[in-house]
């Protein structure tokens, strides 16, 4: 499975971006995709996954701001990403797992000016 994240950038507080996730291969044995992000000096943190069917996890910190969504025949993923805080500037990585093998996209940064 290969993973092409892309959308993120310079943003300011309060506004909103989304970000998007193509993925190519054996798409149709992915269980679970996610966003995941590192901020700089951070360990990487599970920002928000999705299953094959719909089933979502937000991590607290962007509850009610964030939403994750999969479009399966697309074989994309996104995330919106609104009233965006300092605290969301980090490297935002898209992950597809399947059974117990973790594939990851390469970063997209955003960056949240106050």
């Known amino acids: 499975v290969q993973l092409q994240a892309c959308g993120g950038g310079l943003m300011q507080a309060g506004e909103s971006l989304r970000l998007s996730c193509a993925a190519s291969?054996?798409?149709?044995?992915?269980?679970?995709m996610g966003w995941y992000r590192q901020a700089p000096g951070k360990q990487r943190e599970l920002v928000a996954e999705?299953?094959?069917?719909?089933?979502?996890n937000y991590a607290d910190s962007v509850k009610g701001r964030f939403a994750i969504s999969r479009d399966n025949a697309e074989n994309e993923m996104y995330l919106q990403m609104n009233t965006l805080k300092p605290e969301d500037t980090a490297v935002y990585y898209c992950?597809?797992?399947?059974?117990?093998?973790?594939?990851w996209g390469q970063g997209t940064l955003v960056t949240v000016s106050s």
């Open positions: 999705i299953t094959s069917g719909g089933k979502t």
């Open positions: 992950k597809a797992t399947i059974k117990i093998f973790a594939y």
């Open positions: 291969g054996n798409v149709f044995s992915i269980n679970v």
